[in-house]
């Protein structure tokens, strides 16, 4: 395989990992603040703040290489042949 059909692929597979990787951790804490406003106690919006800031530190990796994967899908191969 040459590089020019390597980095597309190697860039799918970065955004399947990275969109999983968001899907879960993003819907992992959703449900956390989803049974912390449920459960109906006094503190439950200090508890919302302190899952939407574990949480962001769970999701920014995950976007990060979601990201990465796409910028390299749409990148155009380096041709280096004149036209």
């Known amino acids: 395989m040459s590089?020019?059909?390597?980095?597309?692929v190697f860039g799918w597979l970065l955004i399947m990992v990275?969109?999983?990787?968001?899907?879960?951790t993003g819907g992992c804490t959703l449900a956390f603040i989803q049974t912390g406003l449920l459960n109906g106690s006094s503190s439950a919006m200090a508890g919302v703040?302190?899952?939407?800031?574990?949480?962001?530190?769970?999701?920014?990796?995950?976007?990060?290489?979601?990201?990465l994967g796409v910028a390299m899908v749409r990148r155009?191969?380096?041709?280096?042949?004149?036209?």
């Open 49 to 67: 703040w302190v899952f939407l800031v574990i949480g962001l530190f769970c999701v920014a990796p995950g976007a990060a290489v979601l990201w």
């Open 3 to 8: 590089e020019s059909t390597v980095k597309p």
């Open 76 to 83: 155009k191969p380096d041709t280096d042949a004149a036209p």
């Open 18 to 24: 990275g969109g999983l990787w968001v899907l879960l």
